[in-house]
């Protein structure tokens, strides 16, 4: 009994895509072409950072600088505190952890304040809102700056993925610890500034 025919389509479309898989200059090609893309993304990259300065939030790197308005008035800027050792930490007054690390952070802050440790606490206030900020700094009784992000600038910037996170931030002004989610404990904060204050 005769087989039955494949029909044009078989024979034509699955042939021809098999050779071209099987055809070595064809993944030579695209290899290279993935290559070249990758090597032009790095490029691009790198080109982007060394025009922000250098400024990357990652361990080892300069803190991306900014300045922003202050809850209660006036401004700071981050790259103005060069020479005190800084936690940057960004929060939200409708975040469980954020509550239950702020006093800890204010205890480290009170303990160490003289010897050159700033606490900037830069609440996320596109998310949230400035009277929620006010409220929750007089129920906890933060002494320690607190910039207000409206727009979401310094959060892009710092590439926030979950609140809170803190960026501790040596004299130098490069980023020494990043710790993403928390609540952080007093031990944790304090042993991160014992050694950062005392680098110099």
Known sequence: MAKPKASARETEGVPSFIARLA???????????????????TGLSATAQQAAGGASPREGFTAPDFRLGLLGGGEVTLSDLRGKVVILNLWASWCPPCRAEMPALQAVYDANRERGLEILAVNTTYQDSEAGAARFVEEYGLTFPVPLDRTGEVSRSYLLRALPTSFFIGRDGVIRSVVIGGPMSETTIRTTVESLLGDG
Not at 28 to 38: D, E, Q, R
């Open 23 to 41: 055809d070595r200059r064809r993944w030579g090609a695209l290899s290279g072409a993935i290559l070249l893309v990758g090597l032009v993304w």
